[in-house]
């Protein structure tokens, strides 16, 4: 039994379309997505079985490895339900604090933008909670694991490595960015957000 699964898609590979064809969307889950499970599991499973006395070289090299493709499979796992077909309205306490924080939606979004526009090669542009203030953040993260504040709780993703967008977008990273922005899925992100604050 594998520690880690790719898991079902919350929708159809061409439930996006047409700004996410279905060939994009069915190559990134299940080729890219399974590839970080799939060298999650051997990561881990070679650190199960590491022989006494092993070089810490190679025992830091496997944790490097199982820390790349573990957060590349959490945050696609975060990724498809970042986003929905027909993706729910911004209501309650999230919309109060998108107001209060950043003015209003148009002024996430920017922010949200220029977080994307700015990761240098691949990342992800992401929103999340504060873990000391339980504020509202906009930031990325570089690869899969750098730029990251311990603790912090993400609520919503954007995938900017370009196996995301290329076959359609080609250059135009901010195309693709602004049509995932259009379908950000509110009510999860809100539950999310509210699951944040009563830990
Ligand atoms: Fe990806």
Redesign the pocket.
């Known amino acids: 039994m594998p520690r880690y699964e790719l898991p079902a898609l919350p929708y159809a590979y061409d439930a996006l379309e047409p700004w996410c064809p279905a060939e994009t969307l069915e190559l990134?889950h299940s080729k890219?997505?399974a590839a970080y499970v799939k060298g999650a599991n051997t990561s881990a499973d070679a650190l199960a079985n590491l022989p006494e006395g092993e070089d810490p070289h190679r025992v830091q090299g496997l944790r490097s490895a199982l820390t790349f493709n573990l957060a590349g499979h959490v945050l696609?796992s975060l990724f498809w339900e970042s986003m929905a077909p027909e993706p729910a309205k911004p209501s309650g306490d999230l919309e109060t604090a998108v107001t209060n924080q950043f003015g209003g939606h148009k002024q996430l979004n920017d922010q949200l933008t220029a977080a994307c526009m700015g990761v240098h090669g691949s990342g992800w542009g992401v929103l999340s909670v504060d873990p000391c203030t339980g504020q509202l953040e906009v930031g990325a993260f570089e690869d899969h694991h750098h730029l990251i504040v311990p603790g912090v709780k993400a609520l919503a993703v954007i995938?900017v490595?370009e196996?995301?967008y290329y076959l359609s977008y080609r250059n135009d990273r901010e195309g693709w960015v602004t049509k995932v922005l259009e379908h950000l899925d509110w009510a999860g992100i809100s539950n999310r957000y509210t699951a944040s604050a009563n830990r």
Do not use: G, I, K, Q
Request: aromatic share 12%.
């Open positions: 990134h890219h997505h696609h995938d490595w196996h995301a």
